[in-house]
């Protein structure tokens, strides 16, 4: 069976194979309008993980489609551990381009290099299969308004949806932006024939909104870590990650500092990248609240396992969410060994179904997410309770060998569906429940 998958990710070990260019003019424009240096890491830890768990499975062809920042040539190809790695430079590699892409809004829409070679690489490979991972990165989910459903049986897995009303309410982008990528998600969504994804409010939505004839899957990512958990003494009391700060640190910042009041001691390790104008917000909001010499910056990181090293060297996770189902850090943290402070989300509260795993205050109530933090301080016995009882909910919830025989099962059904017109067996599909529809 060759499989296709159409994805953005990255990992120490692929970027150890391509070949990168330090462009100087980049550097001197980056230096002048006061944007940080371009810095290669990770990125979609459950793409590599889900690799992991192919690379030895004979039955699979895979190859995998992804743009790469930084590549010195136009596209490299090469084959590691028996899958076939297919890397393109995108058309806004030079973040000057993407500056100008946004004053022509029109180019802005297309990303036409981008879309020529995802088609012909999805041509040369001809798969039985194509799965692409995420339809909110217009960059290279774009492409799938270009391929042949009707030849190529098409899954796309949702890591989140940005038509969720709630996404528009609370992510940091301007309309411009959201209207753009919303958009393109809109119209592949409305395509597509076949949508990974186990959350229930994003198969209302698409339904309801954007594809009644959707056939959903029972298909999750492969975000389970394989964790050793550090036992040395702690260098920090909280930590809050993300690939983006921007995310939610505010909220995070600003129930530390109520936190603060009470133990000015306390010390807070931030760990992602922002761009240079938001991290100039973050220092005043800082300084107004008093609590400069709390907060410890350490910036991106380069590989996902210096992140997972860098967050062990704290106590405590301090995690609030604003759109996030149940966040990839949280698992992370939780795998580690780490106490999570949060807030309700419809994901999060599922954490506590069987057993106390997580702390969970209402969005926004900042003091309630304070008192959380400090029950953590002053109860020994409840961090090392929800340290194991977390443990013990992550290993028993997400496992990544499971699911991915899960996606092995459910790529067969498809295409046997596809092809053969053969029903796809109740456990992997999910159809609309108010309309009639024949498989």
Not at 139 to 146: E, F, P, T, W
């Amino acid at each position: 069976m060759k499989i296709l998958w159409i994805c953005h990710f990255s990992n120490h070990k692929v970027r150890q194979k391509i070949h990168f260019y330090d462009s100087i003019i980049e550097m001197v424009f980056r230096f002048l309008w006061r944007r940080p240096k371009q810095k290669r890491a990770d990125l979609a830890a459950w793409i590599t993980n889900g690799i992991v768990e192919i690379e030895n499975n004979k039955d699979i062809e895979l190859h995998i489609v992804s743009p790469h920042y930084g590549m010195r040539y136009k596209t490299e190809e090469f084959e590691l551990d028996r899958v076939h790695y297919h890397f393109f430079k995108p058309d806004d590699n030079f973040f000057l381009t993407r500056k100008l892409k946004g004053l022509q809004k029109k180019k802005k829409n297309e990303y036409r290099r981008n879309r020529e070679i995802i088609k012909k690489i999805t041509d040369k490979v001809d798969p039985d299969l194509i799965h692409m991972y995420g339809a909110e990165n217009p960059y290279y989910s774009i492409a799938a308004l270009d391929i042949d459903i009707k030849k190529h049986p098409f899954l796309v897995s949702l890591q989140t949806l940005m038509l969720d009303e709630e996404f528009r309410n609370k992510y940091p982008i301007s309309l411009e932006v959201y209207n753009h990528r919303a958009g393109i998600e809109r119209k592949i969504l409305q395509n597509v024939k076949y949508i990974g994804s186990t959350i229930k409010k994003y198969r209302d939505i698409i339904w309801q909104n954007v594809n009644s004839n959707a056939i959903f899957t029972n298909t999750s990512l492969a975000v389970a870590e394989n964790v050793k958990i550090n036992k040395s003494k702690k260098i920090y009391d909280f930590v809050y990650f993300a690939a983006d700060i921007a995310k939610s640190v505010d909220f995070a910042i600003d129930a530390f500092a109520l936190a603060c009041k009470k133990y000015p001691s306390l010390t807070l390790n931030i760990i992602g990248g922002c761009s240079n104008d938001f991290k100039q917000q973050l220092d005043n909001q800082i300084s107004k609240l008093g609590i400069d010499g709390n907060i410890i910056f350490s910036g991106r990181l380069s590989t996902h396992q210096e992140v997972i090293n860098q967050i062990q060297k704290s106590k405590f996770a301090l995690l609030p969410l604003k759109i996030d189902i149940i966040s990839g850090t949280i698992r992370e943290a939780m795998f580690s060994g780490i106490p999570v402070v949060t807030t309700v989300t419809p994901g999060t509260p599922s954490l506590n179904e069987n057993r106390e795993s997580i702390l969970i205050s209402e969005q926004g109530d900042f003091e309630a997410m304070s008192n959380n933090m400090m029950k953590l301080i002053e109860m020994p016995e409840l961090a090392n309770k929800l340290k194991e009882n977390g443990l013990v909910t992550v290993n028993e919830r997400w496992n990544n060998a499971k699911n991915i025989n899960k996606l092995f099962e459910t790529y067969l059904a498809i295409i046997n569906h596809h092809s053969n017109g053969k029903i796809i067996p109740a456990d992997i599909g999910i159809l609309n429940p108010k309309i009639e529809n024949e498989q």
